[in-house]
């Protein structure tokens, strides 16, 4: 099995930032990509960030003002949020997948970001 943890959520900042953490751990072989969503109280979870060899992807409401990257060697991908707004409230979960087992979904158990106005 795999297991992610989640670290770095709290509470933010109008205007501030915050920076999340996810590592990964157990039977491992190769992390073909790793995300962050977020789901809002009332709201259905959605992507937020994604990053794969190469390769980034952000949502709409987030580009300009997140960023993701990835330490390959550690199995750690990290969300930067700056210019923070109170929209951005949510519980942010880390998803990855693995090479060997691409059809598979691993989700952290989430991180709780509260941004004030």
């Known amino acids: 099995q795999v297991q992610l943890v989640e670290s770095g959520g709290g509470l933010g900042q109008f205007g501030g930032s915050l920076r999340l953490s996810c590592a990964a751990s157990g039977t491992i072989f190769s992390i073909s990509d790793m995300g962050w969503y977020r789901q809002a109280p009332g709201k259905r979870r959605e992507l937020v960030a994604r990053?794969?060899?190469?390769?980034?992807d952000y949502a709409d409401s987030v580009k300009s003002r997140f960023t993701i990257s990835r330490d390959i060697a550690k199995n750690t991908v990290y969300l930067q949020m700056n210019s923070l707004k109170p929209e951005d409230t949510a519980v942010y979960y880390c998803?990855?997948?693995?090479?060997?087992?691409?059809?598979?979904?691993?989700w952290g158990q989430g991180t709780q970001v509260t941004v004030s106005s």
């Open positions: 998803n990855a997948h693995l090479t060997e087992r691409p059809r598979d979904d691993y």
């Open positions: 990053i794969t060899d190469g390769y980034t």
